[in-house]
Each structure stands twice: as C-alpha cells, then as structure tokens.
C-alpha cells in the first residue's frame, strides 16, 4: 500500500532549473533515507542524490554544487533543485524511500514511478 508520486519533471533549456517532488503515501511505520536516482537510455541507473532522516546527504559528483536534496512534511516528501541543467541530465528521474512498512518488518525500498527531465535547446 505504500506509494511514491512523483511530479516535476519536463522539458528545460540548457542553463535553466527545475524541482522534483516525491511524496509518500499508505501505512509506514519509518523512513530512513531518500534519494534521488536516474537512468538515461542506454545507461544504467545512477544515484543523484541521497538524504535520510538525520540530514547526510550524498551527491554524485556531476551534480554536486548544482542539484540540492530536501525533506518536508516530516520526511514524507523529499524535493530536487535542479540549477543550471546541462544536456547530459536528461534522463528518467526516480524518487526512492528506503523504509520500514511496520515495526516488525524489515527495511525495504519504494521506487516511484518517473519522471522524464529533458534538457535541450
């Protein structure tokens, strides 16, 4: 019963900016992290950005100084600003909770459903 939606995502010209949203939603008993991944065609999924609860966050290295990872809601909806967007982010963009559905469960990983950024001029 847990979901992830998603929101934010379209087309923007290189230099420009957007911001991801991701709520979840349904029985959760704990949310302990939260990321931001990515997969272009013909690439593999590649982690963005990654906060938990405690506020670490962890950037790739391309996106660093760029995108910036936040929580609201008391944790149940994470964003990602994305300045200065450059052609190379365009990619399908999934939100990821890494969570706990009741107490006695164990950790487990939600994805949402994504959403398509498209750089271009």
């Known amino acids: 019963q847990v979901q992830l939606m998603e929101s934010g995502g379209g087309l923007v010209q290189p230099g420009g900016s957007l911001r991801l949203s991701c709520a979840a939603s349904?029985?959760?008993?704990?949310?302990?992290?939260m990321g931001w991944y990515r997969q272009a065609p013909g690439k593999e999924r590649e982690l963005v950005a990654r906060?938990?609860?405690?506020?670490?966050?962890n950037y790739a290295d391309s996106v660093k100084g760029r995108f910036t990872i936040s929580i609201a809601n008391a944790g149940s909806t994470v964003y990602l600003r994305m300045n200065s967007l450059k052609p190379e982010d365009t990619a399908v963009y999934y939100c990821?909770?890494?969570?706990?559905?009741?107490?006695?469960?164990?950790?487990?990983?939600?994805w949402g459903q994504g959403t398509q950024v498209t750089v271009s001029s």
């Open positions: 349904g029985r959760i008993a704990r949310i302990n992290a």
């Open positions: 906060i938990t609860n405690g506020d670490s966050t």
């Open positions: 990821n909770f890494l969570l706990i559905p009741n107490y006695n469960s164990d950790e487990a990983n939600y």
